[in-house]
């Protein structure tokens, strides 16, 4: 069964700092990894998704990566803000998962003006 | 555009009540999804349509159900519920097939029940 964590589980930086969220998986047969932001009581906003045969994908500030041989994936984010607060989820699609996702516990980030 | 929409946005209804959740999405996708989400917890699937048919119930209590009446829409039926129940109910949707499948989700509704 597909387990996924992520680390750390909160995190406070102040405005700037660059920073890096860490996703781990256990098990690499996988479609894709999806990065997700979600403000609180707010839905689920989608970031990147990394495909099994990509590396990374950027977006703006953000970069993230895949190293599916060894079951892991990073955000990346840089120059903080304080807007980029909120939690943030990293979802796998399985290849015998059918479409379902698996997401971690999420990282809390907080950016402090 | 990217948009998932879902009606409304806060339920407050009591154990004996009928009530509807409604999901809406016109980005042609054919895989639409319920998922469950207590606070400071990921999403929980609850149910799969794909092109409108059930494709997957992660065995959720009957006084849940689900109907797809095409492609765009997407329902969620409530009756009897319990306390324990009250959650945001999260719709999403996406092409459910292949390394490139995105799923987009809605705002949600936040649901309590008395």
């Known amino acids: 069964k597909q387990e996924v964590t992520q680390i750390p589980a909160a995190l406070s930086v102040p405005e700037g700092e660059n920073l890096v969220l860490n996703c781990s998986f256990t098990?690499?047969?996988?479609?894709?990894l999806q990065w997700f932001r979600q403000d609180p009581g707010k839905g689920l906003t989608s970031l990147l998704l990394i495909q099994s045969s990509q590396r990374e994908q950027t977006s703006g500030r953000l970069n993230a990566s895949l190293d599916k041989s060894s079951g892991r994936s990073t955000l990346y984010i840089a120059a903080s803000q304080p807007g980029d607060s909120a939690t943030y989820l990293c979802?796998?699609?399985?290849?015998?998962?059918?479409?379902?996702?698996?997401f971690g516990e999420g990282t809390q980030l907080t950016v402090n003006p | 555009d990217t948009e998932v929409t879902q009606t409304p946005k806060h339920l407050v209804m009591g154990m004996t009540n009928k009530k509807s959740l409604k999901c809406e999405q016109h980005?042609?996708?054919?895989?639409m999804y319920w998922y469950k989400q207590k606070a400071k917890k990921p999403p929980e699937l609850m149910f799969v349509?794909?092109?409108?048919?059930?494709?997957i119930n992660e065995s959720v209590p009957s006084r849940f159900s689900p109907e797809c009446p095409n492609s765009s829409l997407l329902n969620l039926h409530l009756h009897a519920l319990q306390p324990e129940d009250s959650a945001l109910y999260l719709c999403?949707?996406?092409?459910?097939?292949?390394?490139?499948?995105?799923?987009?989700f809605g705002p949600g509704t936040r649901l309590t029940v008395l």
């Open positions: 349509y794909s092109y409108e048919k059930l494709s």
């Open positions: 098990d690499s047969a996988i479609y894709n």
């Open positions: 979802a796998v699609r399985g290849e015998t998962s059918g479409s379902r996702l698996t």
């Open positions: 980005m042609g996708h054919r895989a």
């Open positions: 999403a949707s996406g092409t459910g097939t292949g390394v490139t499948d995105t799923q987009y």
